[in-house]
């Protein structure tokens, strides 16, 4: 599965748009890219995950660009309890396993 | 509560004591995943169990005994466990159809394992 490289830490004011930028250069044609975040001491719950077109839900909005080789998590409208770490995975639909990287810890200001 | 329930949430333990960890989910999900956190690493697949047959074992050690009864419970036994096996401990499960995975995993909140 490719890797994936996120900044470490970012923060952003609430009630505005958090975008988090993720690499993954070495991306293959049938991998897709999944977003998971980690609020403190709890279980990292799934966000959004697409392949190549942009993609949108309740939660966030994906932005793929066009060679694939990085990718965008919106939050639109940040809120305090979006703080927590975010992470960006790439990997085959044919894989079961879910390997995490150090991910990027987002800090929601008042 | 987001269908995976794992017990107890919190753990102490004596390094010579026995121990289980246990992870229950309702999702109809057939795989089922330990993950282990310890303070400031990122999360560590331990064990996949898919259609309760353990399919991966990272090259974890012995004093932690995986068991997968069912498709709905999973359990993590522990014993002579080290004061650096403190961590927090996850399970998740997800739906795979002929390896695939169709559809996200869903995490347990994790037990809070300190061992003393």
């Known amino acids: 599965d490719a890797k994936t490289t996120q900044p470490p830490s970012m923060d952003c004011a609430e009630g505005r748009a958090a975008n988090l930028p993720c690499n993954h250069s070495?991306?293959?044609?049938?991998?897709?890219v999944y977003w998971y975040r980690q609020i403190h001491s709890q279980g990292p719950q799934y966000i959004i995950h697409?392949?190549?077109n942009n993609e949108t839900n309740e939660m966030a909005s994906l932005i793929i660009t066009e060679d694939r080789k990085s990718s965008t998590l919106i939050l639109p409208h940040a809120t305090l309890r979006d703080t927590a770490v975010y992470y960006c995975?790439?990997?085959?639909?044919?894989?079961?396993?879910?390997?995490f990287g150090s991910g990027t810890r987002l800090l929601v200001r008042p | 509560e987001t269908g995976v329930t794992q017990t107890p949430r919190h753990l102490v333990m004596g390094m010579t004591n026995k121990k289980s960890l246990k992870c229950e989910q309702h999702?109809?999900?057939?795989?089922m995943y330990w993950y282990k956190q310890s303070a400031k690493k990122p999360l560590e697949l331990m064990f996949v169990?898919?259609?309760?047959?353990?399919?991966e074992n990272n090259s974890v050690p012995s004093r932690f005994s995986p068991e997968c009864p069912n498709s709905s419970h999973l359990f993590l036994h522990l014993h002579t466990l080290q004061p650096e096996d403190s961590a927090l401990y996850l399970c998740?499960?997800?739906?795979?159809?002929?390896?695939?995975?169709?559809?996200?995993?869903?995490f347990g909140s994790g037990t809070r394992l300190t061992v003393v």
């Open positions: 999702l109809g999900h057939n795989a």
């Open positions: 995975i790439v990997l085959m639909d044919s894989s079961y396993k879910l390997i």
């Open positions: 169990y898919s259609l309760e047959e353990r399919v």
């Open positions: 070495t991306i293959s044609g049938n991998e897709y």
């Open positions: 697409g392949l190549k």
């Open positions: 998740a499960s997800s739906l795979t159809r002929t390896g695939q995975l169709s559809y996200g995993y869903t």
